[in-house]
């Protein structure tokens, strides 16, 4: 077992993993072969990019800070290693199919995954992620939905494929972690074309606050709404969060064939 240290800067939200084996592990529950691109976000001290190097993957490792980018440059001089010093939130994520394994900064995650997943005509295929676990439980849950992970779901399977504990990572968080997987669907719920009015359609809901007779006015009518309801197997009177991913794709459906009618 290989234990890291905490570096001399220390990002805030930031907890790295103290051991190679476990990582190894992470990488192998990944399923990541030789030969595939993989993004690892917030590369840190490089111990997960070292798991990702010894499966055969082609990494490019992402890191904000410039103390940590140039020790992962000395680290992986020799090995099929890309270092990008950048702010995951602003990078352009590659249009090529590649996988992504990480651990995210906890204060951060959000606006990172936000940026990953935001638009699926990316490459990505799928993510291994570790959260803190209140966040994986919150978008992998059906319920309640939130305007994110209805959105995520359109085109990817959400699920928590593992729980770590506060004491894998130094320095500790005062919170238990969680591997979070989003894995593409074969056939998505929503074209990929129309993620952007997709998108749209489901913020003028979910801030709405208000029954889906309301939120949806002016898209779909209550009439409409009533009948539609127990065709897709939910109450005319639900709460935007009350509907799964696959309800809001088929109303987001009807909506759009309505409108071209």
Wanted: hydrophobic share 45%; charged share 25%.
């Amino acid at each position: 077992m290989a234990v890291r240290q905490r570096p001399e800067r220390d990002a805030r939200g930031r907890h790295f993993l103290r051991s190679s084996q476990l990582a190894a592990e992470l990488v192998r529950d990944a399923g990541v072969q030789p030969g595939d691109a993989v993004v690892d976000i917030g590369a840190g001290t490089g111990v997960l990019t070292r798991a990702l190097v010894d499966a055969g993957a082609t990494v490019t490792a992402l890191e904000l800070d410039p103390v940590l980018a140039g020790g992962l440059r000395r680290r992986f001089a020799d090995r099929e290693v890309r270092v990008v010093e950048a702010n995951a939130c602003r990078w352009s994520w590659p249009r090529e199919h590649f996988k992504a394994v990480a651990n995210l900064p906890f204060s951060g995650s959000g606006a990172i995954l936000e940026s990953l997943l935001r638009d699926p005509s990316r490459g990505l295929l799928q993510a291994d992620v570790i959260v803190q676990w209140e966040l994986a439980e919150k978008q992998s849950s059906v319920w309640p939905a939130t305007l994110r992970s209805v959105y995520w779901r359109a085109w990817f399977e959400l699920a928590i494929v593992a729980r770590l504990s506060r004491r894998a990572f130094t320095p500790a968080p005062s919170v238990d972690a969680a591997v979070l997987r989003f894995r593409r669907h074969a056939r998505p719920l929503v074209p990929i074309g129309a993620h952007a009015a997709y998108r749209r359609f489901l913020a003028s809901a979910f801030h709405s606050r208000v029954p889906l007779t309301r939120a949806l006015r002016g898209r779909v009518t209550p009439r409409e709404l009533r009948r539609l309801a127990p065709i897709i197997g939910f109450d005319a009177s639900s709460y935007p969060r009350d509907l799964d991913a696959r309800q809001w794709a088929s109303v987001f459906t009807f909506a759009q064939a309505r409108r071209r009618t």
